[in-house]
């Protein structure tokens, strides 16, 4: 290794003598700079050759190797951006140079670099193939929403050049983007079109209806998968555990779970923190609990679903506790290990608590808050009464607050409706009406504290804005799982399966209900119950 270094920091002397030599006539050999380029170690030394090809004006010539030796180069903030200058400066470089840029381009912290490199291959007259959409298409999903127009773009290239339809990981990959650009129509149209699909293609699919909360559809395609003749495979149930957490559908996840150990398939890193997860959103605790026990590996994302999931089923000790243990297993936590603490404090009235793990999250792990992390932090205030504190805490926000953390607020003054905190009230309601001028949620809350406090005429005031407004209250949802399917009520639609059966239920429960006779609570008392 030290050999190696000794050598590279003669041959840059040479180039440097090479480069005095051809101000004078005498160049440097293409052996020898071949040899240096190839010996080249860092962004510095490439800078040095470099400078040697463009005083020898053998940059068209020998450019392409340097390129490429500064795209094999282990990453490092400096390679990439060196290698994409070096590309956009040589005159015409062919596809191929551009091909070999844009998979790094793709993967790194600033993916819009691929894409301008895109927009040049596309100015300078080049068609992409099949190396080049993927990796574009892969750097524009990450670029979403805002990047729609640029994979429409890649999208008609894609057609024109008949990869469309000739090669499957270019459409897998139009699937995926515009599911990231929230256009699941557009991607599912693609889907539709392929002439031929392998599992990846079924996978990019489900990925995209539960990306796009079409959790429904996401459980069909299954179906449609299997009876189509593919086997599923990891990547597969990590998308049906996921559908099954947000439809909150135990039946569907356990079914799940079952035919991944039917198929005898490995229980990977990821697929056993969907598992977790999805349990635990589903309420059972304690399978996703044994399930976390069983893994032998875990890292801070499995740590996080099982701590999220204790604090969304009321268990905010068991969370606090887990988070000890995480800390003892030299896992550092991540921004959803303290959404969840968060989730949990507010929960279980731990103000301090709440307070502690807010300032551990930027002092101690360096974690940014985001607007949730503050929405978290009101909540926790705002639903144990401390109102006042708060509002203060919004104020002093470093950043503007969204309506979501004012609407946090806002509800907790409702929970906590006094005169007291009208104030409050009065000033959160005009920020919300500012942000949210049409949304008729704010105007409920507002019209029904003034209810709760007895303030009659302004609760009549807020409703009548929203009737002048044109404005309604969103109807009334409830869900109930039965047989493995979720059954959703909405207030007012009577159009739902079974909606007369039940009705005729309810009323014939109201008669006997009120047949019924209060029992002596004296006689109750001492009976053997």
Same mark, same amino acid.
């Given at each position: 290794?030290?050999?190696?270094?000794?050598?590279?920091?003669?041959?840059?002397?040479?180039?440097?003598?090479?480069? #005095?030599?051809?101000? !004078?006539?005498?160049?440097?050999?293409?052996?020898?700079?071949?040899?240096? =380029?190839?010996?080249?170690?860092?962004?510095?030394? $490439?800078?040095? =050759?470099?400078?040697?090809?463009?005083?020898?004006?053998?940059?068209?010539?020998?450019?392409?190797?340097?390129?490429?030796?500064?795209?094999?180069?282990?990453?490092?903030?400096?390679?990439?951006?060196?290698?994409?200058?070096?590309? $956009? @400066?040589?005159?015409?470089?062919?596809?191929?140079?551009?091909?070999?840029?844009?998979?790094?381009?793709?993967?790194?912290?600033?993916?819009?670099?691929?894409?301008?490199?895109?927009?040049?291959?596309?100015?300078?007259?080049?068609?992409?193939?099949?190396?080049?959409?993927?990796?574009?298409?892969? &750097?524009? &999903?990450?670029?979403?929403?805002?990047?729609?127009?640029?994979?429409?773009?890649?999208?008609? %290239?894609?057609?024109?050049?008949?990869?469309?339809?000739?090669?499957?990981?270019?459409?897998?990959?139009?699937?995926?983007? +515009?599911?990231?650009?929230?256009?699941?129509?557009?991607?599912?149209?693609?889907?539709?079109?392929?002439?031929?699909?392998?599992?990846?293609?079924?996978?990019?699919? $489900?990925? /995209?209806?539960?990306? *796009?909360?079409?959790?429904?559809?996401?459980?069909?395609?299954?179906?449609?998968?299997? %009876?189509?003749?593919?086997?599923?495979?990891?990547?597969?149930?990590?998308?049906?555990?996921?559908?099954?957490?947000?439809?909150?559908?135990?039946?569907?996840?356990?079914?799940? !779970?079952?035919?991944?150990?039917?198929?005898?398939?490995?229980?990977?890193?990821?697929?056993?923190?969907?598992?977790?997860?999805?349990?635990?959103?589903?309420? /059972?605790?304690?399978?996703?609990?044994?399930?976390?026990?069983?893994?032998?590996?875990?890292?801070?994302?499995?740590?996080?679903?099982?701590?999220?999931?204790?604090?969304?089923?009321?268990?905010?000790?068991?969370?606090?506790?887990?988070?000890?243990?995480?800390?003892?297993?030299? =896992?550092?936590?991540? +921004?959803?290990?303290?959404?969840?603490?968060?989730?949990?404090?507010?929960?279980?009235?731990?103000?301090?608590?709440?307070?502690?793990?807010?300032?551990?999250?930027?002092?101690?792990?360096?974690?940014?808050?985001?607007?949730? !992390?503050?929405?978290?932090?009101?909540?926790?205030?705002?639903?144990?009464?401390? $109102?006042?504190?708060?509002?203060?805490?919004?104020?002093?926000?470093?950043?503007?607050?969204?309506?979501?953390?004012?609407?946090?607020?806002?509800?907790?003054?409702?929970? !906590?409706?006094?005169?007291?905190?009208?104030?409050?009230?009065?000033?959160?309601?005009?920020?919300?009406?500012?942000?949210?001028?049409?949304?008729?949620?704010?105007?409920?809350?507002?019209?029904?504290? +003034?209810?709760?406090?007895?303030?009659?005429?302004?609760?009549?005031?807020?409703?009548?804005?929203?009737?002048?407004?044109?404005?309604?209250?969103?109807?009334? %949802?409830?869900?109930?799982?039965?047989?493995?399917? =979720?059954?959703?009520?909405?207030?007012?639609?009577? @159009?739902?399966?079974?909606?007369?059966?039940?009705?005729?239920?309810?009323?014939?429960? *109201?008669?006997?209900?009120? #047949?019924?006779?209060?029992?002596?609570?004296?006689?109750?008392?001492?009976?053997?119950?």
């Amino acid at each position: 290794m030290l050999g190696a270094t000794v050598r590279t920091k003669q041959l840059a002397v040479l180039a440097a003598r090479g480069r #005095r030599r051809s101000l !004078h006539g005498i160049a440097t050999p293409p052996t020898a700079v071949r040899a240096l =380029i190839a010996a080249a170690t860092t962004a510095w030394h $490439l800078r040095q =050759i470099l400078g040697h090809l463009l005083t020898s004006g053998r940059v068209d010539s020998l450019g392409p190797a340097l390129l490429r030796r500064a795209i094999s180069l282990p990453s490092s903030p400096h390679h990439l951006p060196f290698a994409h200058r070096l590309l $956009l @400066s040589l005159p015409s470089p062919p596809l191929d140079l551009f091909n070999l840029l844009l998979p790094p381009l793709a993967s790194s912290p600033d993916p819009s670099a691929a894409a301008s490199l895109f927009a040049r291959l596309c100015r300078g007259g080049l068609r992409p193939d099949a190396h080049t959409l993927p990796h574009v298409l892969k &750097a524009l &999903a990450r670029l979403a929403p805002g990047s729609l127009p640029f994979v429409a773009c890649a999208h008609a %290239e894609a057609v024109k050049s008949g990869l469309a339809r000739a090669v499957v990981y270019v459409p897998n990959a139009l699937v995926s983007a +515009y599911s990231a650009c929230g256009h699941l129509g557009r991607a599912m149209r693609v889907f539709d079109e392929m002439p031929r699909r392998t599992v990846v293609s079924w996978n990019a699919a $489900l990925a /995209a209806c539960a990306d *796009n909360d079409c959790h429904d559809r996401c459980a069909g395609m299954f179906a449609e998968m299997i %009876e189509a003749g593919f086997e599923p495979d990891q990547t597969t149930f990590v998308v049906m555990f996921s559908a099954a957490a947000e439809l909150g559908n135990l039946a569907l996840g356990k079914w799940a !779970h079952g035919q991944v150990v039917n198929r005898q398939l490995d229980m990977t890193l990821q697929l056993g923190t969907a598992a977790v997860n999805m349990y635990a959103k589903c309420g /059972a605790v304690s399978y996703a609990l044994r399930l976390f026990r069983r893994m032998t590996v875990r890292n801070v994302w499995t740590w996080s679903a099982m701590i999220v999931g204790f604090s969304q089923n009321g268990m905010a000790r068991e969370a606090l506790e887990l988070f000890g243990k995480m800390k003892d297993a030299s =896992i550092a936590p991540n +921004y959803v290990t303290f959404l969840g603490l968060l989730c949990a404090c507010s929960h279980a009235g731990l103000i301090d608590e709440g307070r502690r793990f807010f300032h551990e999250m930027q002092h101690v792990y360096g974690i940014k808050p985001m607007m949730k !992390h503050y929405s978290a932090m009101v909540d926790v205030l705002g639903r144990n009464g401390r $109102l006042q504190e708060a509002y203060d805490f919004v104020m002093d926000m470093p950043v503007k607050p969204d309506p979501v953390v004012w609407r946090t607020l806002l509800s907790a003054c409702q929970l !906590h409706s006094s005169k007291d905190c009208i104030d409050i009230v009065i000033k959160v309601q005009k920020r919300l009406l500012e942000l949210e001028p049409r949304r008729s949620g704010n105007y409920v809350m507002v019209a029904n504290i +003034y209810s709760d406090i007895g303030s009659w005429d302004k609760a009549a005031m807020a409703r009548r804005v929203m009737r002048e407004g044109g404005m309604k209250k969103m109807a009334g %949802e409830s869900c109930v799982e039965i047989g493995g399917k =979720i059954q959703r009520f909405i207030s007012g639609d009577d @159009s739902c399966p079974g909606f007369e059966s039940a009705c005729r239920i309810l009323r014939e429960l *109201n008669i006997n209900m009120r #047949r019924w006779e209060p029992v002596d609570q004296i006689l109750l008392a001492g009976a053997d119950i």
